[in-house]
């Protein structure tokens, strides 16, 4: 890992979760906005600050999955430095069962298993309505993006650079993804749509890669994104439950995964699909002994 220089005091560092952006606020010292996992990127993200003779004074976090905040603890733990992150996500941070709210197709060993040690007490919280905050004596634009999860926020530095976190997806990564991470598929939109308005001199995605112009990714996002609604409409076939629909979708998309982690996240973004069709009115749910059951208007 190393530190590149994005525009002024803004910089980024490429981490095996993605990329990550830090703020520097004087010679050895500066804020990191997201951490990275806790296995693969923890030992090299700190000897990173070590050799760099720089250590985060302050740590934001976008939102709590593991690929962002896996290191936001041990950091504050090693350097003393608070964490700052939106009201929703902090109360998801608390314990490992408030993260279980996001993944209920696990069991609570199998989330505790995963998520020992990356939860994260939060120093400073973003209230909903907060546009712009001070951090560590540092003012942020704070961009509401929720939809990925509940407080899912983006962050404009000083210096005019946006980091946009998982509100888009760089074109490599929609042509990898199969089932795009949302837990609310309308908000995921809204948000995706509202950047159009944003005016930044740098747009940095946390997977991956620094941009100067969004406006032809934000676009192809969103037709990404309705694109593979159409696809999970498609494979509902007269009167379903969702686990019959759930698999339809597997098989159409050739996934395979046994793991808990990917069925559970895969459940939770084939429900977003779900809502999103059902109050899109094109849906009809009807719930019979305890299990919903769906077919097309």
Same mark, same amino acid.
């Given at each position: 890992?190393?530190?590149?220089?994005?525009?002024?005091?803004?910089?980024?560092?490429?981490?095996?979760?993605?990329?990550?952006? !830090?703020? #520097?606020?004087?010679?050895?010292? /500066?804020?990191?906005?997201?951490?990275? @996992?806790?296995?693969?990127?923890?030992?090299?993200?700190?000897?990173? +600050?070590?050799?760099? $003779? *720089?250590?985060? #004074? /302050?740590?934001?976090?976008?939102?709590?999955?593991?690929?962002?905040?896996?290191?936001?603890?041990?950091? #504050?733990?090693?350097?003393?430095? %608070?964490?700052?992150?939106?009201?929703?996500?902090?109360?998801?941070?608390?314990?490992?069962?408030?993260?279980?709210?996001?993944?209920?197709? *696990?069991?609570?060993?199998?989330?505790? &298993?995963?998520?020992?040690?990356?939860? @994260?007490?939060? &120093?400073?919280?973003?209230?909903?309505?907060?546009?712009?905050?001070? !951090?560590?004596?540092? %003012? +942020?634009?704070?961009?509401?993006?929720?939809?990925?999860?509940?407080?899912?926020?983006?962050?404009?530095?000083?210096?005019?650079?946006?980091?946009?976190?998982?509100?888009?997806?760089?074109?490599?990564?929609?042509?990898?993804?199969?089932?795009?991470?949302?837990?609310?598929?309308?908000? &995921?939109?809204?948000? #995706?749509?509202?950047?159009? =308005?944003?005016?930044?001199?740098?747009?940095?995605? =946390?997977?991956?890669?620094?941009?100067?112009?969004?406006?032809?990714?934000?676009?192809?996002?969103?037709? +990404?994104?309705?694109?593979?609604?159409?696809?999970?409409?498609?494979?509902?076939?007269?009167?379903?439950?969702?686990?019959?629909?759930?698999?339809?979708? @597997?098989?159409?998309?050739? *996934?395979?995964?046994?793991?808990? !982690?990917?069925?559970?996240?895969?459940?939770? $973004?084939?429900?977003? +699909?779900?809502? @999103?069709?059902?109050?899109?009115?094109?849906?009809?749910?009807?719930?019979?002994?305890?299990?919903?059951?769906?077919?097309?208007?």
């Amino acid at each position: 890992m190393e530190l590149k220089q994005v525009l002024g005091n803004t910089y980024v560092i490429d981490a095996a979760a993605g990329t990550l952006v !830090f703020y #520097k606020t004087g010679a050895h010292e /500066g804020i990191l906005i997201d951490t990275g @996992y806790a296995k693969e990127d923890r030992e090299e993200l700190i000897r990173t +600050f070590e050799l760099s $003779n *720089m250590r985060p #004074k /302050g740590v934001i976090v976008s939102h709590t999955h593991y690929d962002h905040a896996g290191n936001a603890q041990a950091l #504050k733990d090693r350097y003393g430095c %608070p964490i700052l992150a939106s009201l929703a996500e902090a109360g998801t941070a608390m314990s490992v069962m408030s993260y279980r709210g996001a993944y209920p197709a *696990m069991t609570p060993k199998e989330i505790d &298993d995963m998520m020992a040690g990356q939860c @994260y007490q939060v &120093d400073q919280v973003i209230m909903p309505r907060e546009r712009v905050t001070l !951090f560590c004596g540092v %003012p +942020f634009g704070i961009l509401p993006l929720y939809g990925h999860t509940p407080g899912h926020i983006g962050v404009v530095t000083p210096d005019h650079v946006a980091y946009l976190a998982d509100a888009l997806m760089s074109e490599e990564v929609m042509h990898a993804s199969k089932m795009p991470s949302a837990v609310c598929r309308e908000d &995921d939109l809204k948000a #995706k749509k509202s950047l159009h =308005a944003l005016k930044c001199e740098a747009y940095v995605l =946390a997977h991956r890669g620094v941009y100067t112009q969004i406006g032809d990714l934000i676009d192809k996002n969103v037709a +990404f994104i309705l694109e593979r609604a159409e696809l999970v409409y498609s494979c509902l076939e007269g009167d379903m439950s969702e686990e019959e629909w759930v698999r339809a979708v @597997y098989r159409r998309l050739e *996934m395979h995964s046994r793991r808990a !982690f990917k069925c559970a996240v895969c459940e939770r $973004n084939m429900r977003s +699909f779900i809502d @999103y069709l059902a109050d899109g009115g094109r849906v009809v749910i009807e719930r019979r002994e305890g299990v919903c059951w769906y077919h097309k208007k």
